[in-house]
Structure formats: structure tokens, C-alpha cells
């Protein structure tokens, strides 16, 4: 079993950033890529970015987030820069095989809310 915490997320103004942190515990494997999704009220939950060997964004956040790995702490980031209203979402981690397909992952956390205030 894996375990992911999310911590990081909060209120912000837009134009803002913030950074997400994943820590993972448990069987966790290097060939694991670990990654972001969003859900936004009334939508569905989309991919937002991962990494396994390189990293992968979504077209609505390249050039404004970035993710990273820290494999000594077994901890992935998400540093968010321009921040818009439209990322106010619930931001869950995953880890698993990769896929742009939430339910694809083998393990997610528990949300983390980031709010974007206009």
C-alpha cells in the first residue's frame, strides 16, 4: 500500500503562486509516476501535470506550473506561478502507472483546496 498527504493548498489572488507538496509512504517503486488532477465544482477531475522519467503537463497550466521529485523524501511538488481563478480547484496526488486517465492510478490523496481570487 501506498500512502499520499497532500499539504500547500489555501487562498491565494490571482497571479499568485502557491506550492503543493505529495509526501508518499509505503511501498512506494521508482518506476511509479506520481502526479496532479484537478476537479473543479461541476466538472470532471483532469489531469494537470506528473513525472516518472520526464515530466507532463496539461496544455491549461504549461509554462505556469511545474513538477518536481524529490526521490530522497519520497515527495512531489507542484509550484504554481501566474495563478488564474479558473485553477480554483481540489488538487489530488497519484501515484501509479502514468496516464493522463484519473482512474488509471493505483493510489490518490485526500484533496488539497486551492482557491484563485479574482
Known amino acids: 500500500q501506498v500512502q499520499l498527504v497532500e499539504s500547500g493548498g489555501g487562498l491565494v489572488q490571482a497571479g499568485g503562486s502557491l506550492r503543493l507538496s505529495c509526501a508518499a509512504s509505503?511501498?512506494?517503486?521508482?518506476?511509479?509516476?506520481m502526479g496532479w488532477f484537478r476537479q473543479a465544482p461541476g466538472k470532471e477531475r483532469e489531469f494537470v501535470a506528473a513525472?516518472?522519467?520526464?515530466?507532463y503537463y496539461a496544455d491549461s497550466v504549461k509554462g505556469r506550473f511545474t513538477i518536481s521529485k524529490d526521490n530522497a523524501k519520497n515527495t512531489v511538488y507542484l509550484q504554481m506561478n501566474s495563478l488564474k481563478p479558473e485553477d480554483t480547484a481540489v488538487y489530488y496526488c497519484?501515484?501509479?502507472?502514468?496516464?493522463?486517465?484519473?482512474?488509471?492510478?493505483?493510489?490518490w490523496g485526500q484533496g488539497t483546496q486551492v482557491t484563485v481570487s479574482s
Open positions: 509505503g511501498r512506494t517503486f521508482s518506476s511509479n509516476a
Open positions: 497519484v501515484a501509479g502507472p502514468y496516464s493522463r486517465t484519473y482512474s488509471a492510478y493505483d493510489y
Open positions: 513525472i516518472r522519467y520526464s515530466t
